[in-house]
T-cell receptor
């Protein structure tokens, strides 16, 4: 069965610092992988996705993620955090329906 | 842009009421989904549908039912609302290429 683990329910960084949000998955075969962002009182917006091909995936708002099969990981990074990045981030895996992690709330300090 | 529209942003209902949450998508997507979102639990799949008049149970279907009479509309029904169904409900639609689009959510409070 598929599952997704996001390490850290809350992450706090300073403006301009590196953002690293961790995601590990469990799947018997390489799945499709996604990162979504949710701003307060809104639905989920797709940041990026990995299906096949290049393992480094670039998304919107300067985010990127790297699929590492050997580590079963799909960590999300951004070189320099902005105040507007404060939101909740969800990693998801799919071999059919989407299975979500529990989310990581990112805070950005001025 | 694909749009998924949920009819209400906020709802307050009484225990025991029958509640309908409506979701409409405008891009002819085959697949539609209902999730509930609770703090610390992430998103959990309630029901999904891959075609008109077709429905499948997700991970937490108890206390819910769904209806899909038309391709663009997927309704979630709480037959007899209870306080433990107070939550944020998110509808999504997708094509077979795994692109999910979410609605803005309905925050339901059952009192």
């Amino acid at each position: 069965a598929q599952s997704v683990t996001q390490l850290g329910s809350h992450v706090s960084v300073s403006e301009g610092a590196l953002v690293l949000l961790r995601c590990n998955y469990s799947s018997s075969v390489p799945p499709y992988l996604f990162w979504y962002v949710q701003y307060p009182n809104q639905g989920l917006q797709l940041l990026l996705k990995y299906t096949t091909g290049a393992t480094l995936v670039k998304g919107i708002n300067g985010f990127e993620a790297e699929f590492k099969k050997s580590e079963t990981s799909f960590h999300l990074t951004k070189p320099s955090a902005h105040m507007s990045d404060a939101a909740e981030y969800f990693c998801a895996v799919s071999l059919g329906n989407l299975i979500f992690g529990k989310g990581t709330k990112l805070s950005v300090k001025p | 842009d694909v749009k998924v529209t949920q009819s209400s942003r906020y709802l307050v209902k009484r225990t025991g009421e029958k509640v309908f949450l409506e979701c409409v998508q405008d891009m002819d997507h085959e697949n539609m989904f209902w999730y509930r979102q609770d703090p610390g639990l992430g998103l959990r799949l309630i029901y999904f549908s891959y075609d008109v008049k077709m429905k499948e149970k997700g991970d937490i279907p108890e206390g819910y039912s769904v209806s899909r009479e038309k391709k663009e509309r997927f309704s979630l029904i709480l037959e007899s609302a209870s306080t433990n169904q107070t939550s944020m409900y998110l509808c999504a639609s997708s094509t077979r290429s795994y692109g999910y689009t979410f609605g803005s959510g309905t925050r339901l409070t059952v009192v």
